[in-house]
């Protein structure tokens, strides 16, 4: 068979992988016959199967980290359920 671009180059067939290719060596262009193409895609797909990927697992939230609040933890905690502290007036100063 000749090439179909340099119309006077025969073609050489090759064997890869079990299917044939027809190629010319001038231009190197490579031509198929009818169902090689599907042999080939169908060898590749097989060859680069996907592995089985782990369970998507949610990312861990992370703890609040407000750099305002970090040293006072330990002081809001020791209060909690309490009423905040408030000064005393001059009359409940006078009447305790």
């Known amino acids: ?3 179909p671009v340099c119309k006077e180059i025969a073609l050489v067939m090759s064997e890869r992988a079990g299917v044939e290719i027809d190629y ?3 231009c190197r262009g490579v031509w198929l016959d009818r169902g090689e193409l599907d042999k080939i895609l169908e060898q590749s797909r097989s060859a680069t199967a996907p592995s089985p990927q ?3 697992q ?3 939230p992370q703890p609040y980290a407000d750099p305002r609040h970090h040293g006072d933890r330990q ?3 020791m209060h909690y359920g309490q ?3 408030r000064k005393k007036s001059f ?3 006078l009447f305790d």
Do not use: S
């Open 91 to 93: 009359l409940e100063e």
């Open 58 to 60: 949610a990312p861990q």
């Open 83 to 85: 009423k905040p502290y």
């Open 54 to 56: 782990p369970a998507y």
């Open 24 to 26: 010319c060596p001038q």
């Open 1 to 3: 068979m000749q090439c």
């Open 75 to 77: 002081h809001h905690d």
